[in-house]
């Protein structure tokens, strides 16, 4: 990603530009205050705020809707003036001090709009209150002298689905009665605990590092739901089933057969640290994780792990991989692969069949490395990068048919009159 050369403009207000230049697929460090408090995070470049103050930082108080900038559920104060969060990538926001609708008041000391809000019955589901709140608060701090008339032209930037508006514009005619020189400062901002790192390390702030990477994990649990994509690959190799075996009992090497993958670190035998990188498109995901070997079989050449990996953004993946190897009567080998994948985060909106459809893609690369693997003991690096290139190559042609179908779907249900 390039920097953009000047401060960003929201449409509301300007950020400090980011000077650093990241990978669409890497991290970048981002330092500001949130709710008083210093905080560092790593995150990718396409994060947007309203997620890493939701997801990064614990700050759940600041809702998403839409997440293009209609509905005014993520408004945030930005440098003292309201901002969707959802259309500021995290990375703008560098020495920016930003205040969620946890900084404005605490169920202990709630801020007079907060109050306003409940003695109006300003809320029924409470959706929208914290946009409500932080874009009346930036009304009633910047321009106080709203006229009473101008209160639902000067609203209208937030969405209410259910309340109706009538509590709402009382409750915020009442605060501008009741201090016509301005709303009081916001009440809950102070150091203290946040999820993310702190870059001052000052006593009461958050602990070192905590969102530097993708979590490391221990072990690996497999969700117990049905899986998002169960894929059966089978694949004819020519050499022998013992040389195949011989892969497949081999983690390293076996890592080295899959398009992206790495392995890091061994801690035993069956547990093995990795990294893997997968393009779906033009969306390129870096997992973090373990994989567990649960049951190897060398009699009847069987090899069952468990696989679980996160990325930064938020995205997880685990499988439960069977790999089986059988002579064949021309002396090759016949590889079977099983996997029931699971996915959730960003990575699960791509839905069962682009999952599968990738995933299956994967295995054929991955059994083309095994064979080379078994016929001259290594995976050479030209090769390799041929099939990641293959293996990407075909991610994408996946997501374009799977975005090709959706569109026929939906021009399907357009012309049946279905919406
Ligand atoms: S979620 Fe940001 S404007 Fe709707
Ligand atoms: S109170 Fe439900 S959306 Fe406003």
């Known amino acids: 990603m390039t920097a953009a050369p000047e401060r960003h403009d929201t449409g509301s207000r300007r950020v400090p530009a980011p000077v650093a230049r990241v990978a669409a697929h890497e991290t970048a460090e981002v330092t500001f205050v949130v709710n008083g408090t210093e905080t560092t995070v790593e995150v990718p470049p396409r994060a947007h705020l309203g997620d890493v103050l939701r ?160 979590p490391q994990l221990s072990e690996v649990r497999l969700p117990s739901g049905p899986p998002s994509a169960v894929v059966d690959v089978t694949s004819q190799l020519t050499s022998p089933v013992d040389r195949v075996w011989a892969v497949l009992n081999d983690f390293d090497l076996l890592a080295r057969c899959l398009p992206g993958a790495q392995l890091v670190e061994s801690y035993d035998e069956d547990r093995h640290r990795g990294r893997a990188t997968v393009a779906l498109g033009p969306v390129k995901l870096s997992f973090e994780g373990l994989a567990q070997v649960v049951e190897r079989d060398p009699d009847t050449h069987r090899l069952r792990f468990h696989g679980q990996g996160k990325d930064t953004g938020g995205s997880a993946t685990s499988a439960d991989v069977v790999l089986a190897a059988t002579p064949t009567a021309d002396g090759g080998t016949e590889l079977t692969a099983h996997a029931d994948v699971h996915l959730s985060g960003r990575v699960a909106q791509f839905g069962r069949a682009l999952a599968g459809d990738v995933s299956r893609r994967l295995f054929e690369q991955f059994a083309a490395g095994v064979d080379e693997a078994a016929e001259t003991g290594s995976v050479s690096e030209v090769s390799l990068a041929r099939r990641v290139r293959l293996a990407a190559g075909a991610a994408r042609d996946a997501a374009v048919g799977a975005l090709r179908r959706a569109a026929g779907r939906i021009r399907h249900r357009a012309w049946s009159g279905k919406t």
């Open 55 to 214: 997801e990064r930082l614990g700050l759940t108080g600041t809702h998403l809707g839409c997440e293009h900038g209609v509905c005014g559920m993520c408004t945030v104060l930005l440098d003292g003036e309201a901002a969707r969060a959802c259309l500021l990538f995290a990375v703008q926001c560098e020495g920016a001090e930003i205040v969620t609708v946890e900084g404005l008041g605490s169920p202990d000391d709630q801020h007079p709009l907060q109050q306003a809000f409940s003695a109006h019955h300003a809320l029924q589901c409470g959706f929208c209150t914290p946009g409500m709140l932080m874009s009346s608060y930036d009304l009633l701090a910047n321009e106080p002298e709203t006229a009473e008339e101008d209160l639902p032209e000067a609203m209208s930037g937030v969405l209410c689905r259910c309340t109706g508006y009538r509590g709402i514009l009382a409750a915020v005619s009442d605060v501008a009665g009741t201090y016509p020189d301005g709303v009081p400062e916001p009440r809950g901002c102070a150091s203290r605990m946040l999820v993310g790192r702190s870059a001052a390390g000052r006593p009461g702030d958050a602990p070192e590092d905590t969102t530097a990477a993708a």
